[in-house]
């Protein structure tokens, strides 16, 4: 899983370890020594039908020469600048955070290294998780979920009666539009239930959000979510009709708004494919390694927790 590498990096006896917290990396130098990158190109080539090759260039990165052995890594900690100097390095940075430039390299990554990049997605999938003193759902149910109703006041916005007019055309058509627009933005809203009862012994609910409601969810008071979610677990009906607790605990994800991975999940644009995946996973050289869950496609659908 995710804490291979440091297990792995643990394992290793004769390497001395220095784990820093707080330590913002901006900048990669490394050495240009990448074999059969025509290869890699001509393939970049064929993946973009032929066309141009993408030239995706973050916009903090710049064009330099490259070091003559090993790498090195800048990075910033507390507003001091400081660095390592190593044989290689492996990144295993978010997608979202490289493709936005935030690490720069120098030289400039190969054009099918960030034509890969280009052609691969960050997406964003946010948790709400509540912790109860009691199960009053189905003890049976490990998963459950909810079709958002287009007519829920209390949990949907509200359709105002100025927009659904008096029966005559251009109304019925403001109105359908409305509806559809309601329904983009609000299918994604607490539409899945994790219950975690029967595998971890507590009562434990992760709610899930996606599409424009994750997005949606990461500029809302934390109070505002959680009273509008209790709403929604309230018409969950129960067999033995239990009362409904308040959470004794809260805790909402917003990975859209972290600055250290600006997303969830990676996905295949339209016009990639899953080789792209492949093309992540090579190495630039014999220096700069990539790992994460942007290099193995059978894998992809994995999102941050």
């Excluded at 979610?229 to 969950?236: A, D, G, H, T, Y």
Aim: glycine share 8%; charged share 25%; hydrophobic share 35%.
């Amino acid at each position: 899983g995710f804490g291979s590498i440091p297990d792995a990096l643990a394992s290793l006896k004769r390497v001395s370890h220095s784990i820093r917290f707080g330590a913002k990396v901006e900048r990669i130098e490394y050495t240009c020594d990448d074999e059969g990158s025509e290869e890699k190109d001509s393939k970049n080539q064929t993946m973009s039908n032929e066309k141009e090759t993408t030239r995706f260039i973050p916009h903090k990165q710049k064009v330099q020469g490259s070091r003559e052995k090993g790498v090195r890594v800048q990075f910033t900690t507390a507003g001091e600048s400081s660095h390592i100097d190593a044989d290689a390095v492996i990144v295993t940075i978010p997608l979202g955070p490289l493709k936005k430039g935030d690490i720069s390299f120098c030289p400039i990554l190969p054009s099918w290294k960030l034509g890969a990049m280009d052609r691969l997605g960050f997406g964003n999938l946010n948790k709400v998780v509540l912790a109860f003193p009691y199960v009053f759902w189905d003890e049976n149910e490990d998963i459950f979920g909810r079709i958002v109703p287009l007519d829920d006041t209390e949990t949907s916005l509200p359709i105002r009666k100025d927009d659904i007019g008096n029966g005559n055309t251009l109304n019925e058509e403001k109105a359908h539009d409305r509806k559809l627009l309601l329904r983009s933005l609000h299918r994604g809203e607490f539409y899945l239930f994790w219950a975690l009862n029967r595998c971890q012994k507590c009562p434990i609910v992760i709610v899930l959000m996606a599409g424009e409601a994750a997005n949606n969810v990461e500029c809302a008071p934390e109070e505002e979510v959680i009273t509008k979610l209790m709403k929604v677990m309230s018409k969950i009906a129960t067999e033995d009709k239990k009362p409904i607790p308040w959470p004794i605990q809260a805790a909402i994800t917003r990975w859209r708004a972290d600055s250290f991975s600006g997303g969830s999940y990676s996905y295949i644009k339209v016009g990639g494919t899953g080789e792209d995946y492949d093309l992540m996973a090579e190495p630039v050289g014999n220096s700069v390694f990539f790992a994460g869950m942007y290099i193995y496609q059978k894998l992809s659908f994995n999102i941050l927790s």
